[in-house]
């Protein structure tokens, strides 16, 4: 059974983007700011700047870039940047303005990985090789209960993920559903713990939970005080949620 809130997001992202995926995605969820360092690092810039020659002999379409610039820009490219020793030697910006903001999505699993690796070594988890029931007591006596946190990260947990652009394939699913604590309830194996790779954003709901459930502050916040103030970024990110009541991060995609 589809409910209804759902399938109302599910159609105003067909209506609104045709079934793509687009970097002002954001706008759909609620966000949670990152607060910046309050000293933060400026890099300076070198006193050159590296140019890339035009490509020989070809003349820019839409699908043939003459030079290395008509190439990010055809690419939908937003930003590039090139640093070396501490300053930027290149800065260009595509498609939006240094101004703009966008989602950055499947950054985000660096991100929670880090934030796991971080849990870990604080003690808030054991190690890569516990088991997920041992945090999701629910899976106690369910199959996805020996899963680890490796196979989580490693993306071979064996759970079903089908693609596609139906409201009821998992890839969908995992993207737009309001609730994504109730996913883990939805979640099946298809293929036997720890023996296929398959890249499913269902290992981040997961991973996203048991975050949750160990940390004694929200993800947002321990993902501020353990990497976005101690790198000194100068600018607020966000994170999005899957509603705007106690919304759980989208650590699949959702960082701004």
């Known amino acids: 059974m589809i409910e209804s809130n759902y399938l109302l997001r599910y159609l105003s992202f067909v209506i609104g983007s045709g079934f793509r995926q687009s ?15 309050v000293s933060p690092f400026k890099f300076n810039y070198a006193d050159y700047e590296i ?8 003349v820019s379409t839409d699908k043939l ?23 930027i030697v290149c800065e260009k910006y595509f498609n939006g303005s240094r101004e703009s903001i ?27 090789d516990d088991p997920i029931k041992k945090y999701l007591p629910e899976f106690s006596n ?18 079903r993920f089908k693609e596609g652009f139906s409201p009821l394939k998992e890839m969908v699913i ?33 991973l996203t939970v048991v975050l949750e459930r160990v940390l004694n502050k929200s993800i947002t916040e321990y993902f501020e005080e353990k990497i976005w103030k101690p790198i000194d970024s100068e600018f ?17 995609s959702g960082l701004v």
């Open 23 to 37: 970097t002002q995605d954001f706008l759909l969820f609620a966000k949670n700011k990152i607060e910046p360092s």
């Open 51 to 58: 140019r890339f020659p035009n490509f020989p002999g070809l």
């Open 65 to 87: 870039p003459s030079s290395f610039e008509d190439l990010l820009e055809i690419s939908r490219t937003r930003a590039f940047i090139i640093i070396k020793d501490d300053k």
């Open 102 to 128: 966008f989602q950055v999505f499947s950054i985000t699993k660096s991100v929670a990985s880090m934030l796991i690796g971080i849990s870990i070594s604080e003690g808030y988890i054991g190690g890569i």
């Open 142 to 159: 369910n199959s996805l209960g020996k899963i680890t946190i490796s196979n989580l990260l490693q993306m071979h947990s064996g759970i």
């Open 174 to 206: 995992s993207y737009l559903y309001p609730r994504g604590r109730k996913l883990i309830n939805k979640m099946r194996l298809e293929d036997e713990v720890g023996k296929f790779f398959h890249y499913n954003d269902y290992h981040l709901v997961l």
């Open 236 to 252: 607020p990110a966000y994170l999005c949620l899957d509603n705007s009541r106690n919304g759980l991060e989208k650590l699949e």
